[in-house]
């Protein structure tokens, strides 16, 4: 079982930037791929950006790329992701998810998930 828990989210003015941080439990965070998606009401939720096991591969949706950044430290078992220049259509409920058997850019591919938190971007 792994437990996962956002933090950082809020309210935040068009351009102005915001950093989720998403802490795990568990021994084997290093041995697993992390995500961050996201969902916004009445749409389906949808991949933001992805970091493999060591960090070294990551991928980006192209709404955020170049404004957002994913990183991870294993040694802290803590994923984040930092957002730049957001704008309104950023807003949303942000998740971090855990995939046990690597790096996925598949949703379903997820095994464990966190609460979420809300960011909300103000015009």
């Known amino acids: 079982q792994v437990l996962l828990v956002e933090s950082g989210g809020g309210l935040v003015q068009a351009g102005g930037s915001l950093g989720l941080s998403c802490a795990a439990s568990g021994r084997t965070f290093s041995t697993y791929g992390m995500g961050w998606f996201r969902q916004a009401p009445g749409k389906e939720r949808e991949l933001v950006a992805a970091?493999?096991?060591?960090?070294?591969?990551?991928y980006y949706a192209d709404f955020v790329k170049g404004r957002f950044t994913i990183s991870r430290d294993n040694g802290k078992r803590t994923v984040y992701l930092q957002m730049n220049s957001l704008e309104p259509e950023d807003t949303a409920v942000y998740y971090c998810?855990?995939?046990?058997?690597?790096?996925?850019?598949?949703?379903?591919?997820?095994?464990?998930w966190g609460q979420g938190t809300q960011v909300t971007v103000s015009s």
């Open positions: 970091i493999s096991s060591g960090g070294g591969t990551t």
């Open positions: 998810a855990a995939d046990t058997s690597g790096y996925s850019r598949r949703l379903g591919q997820y095994d464990y």
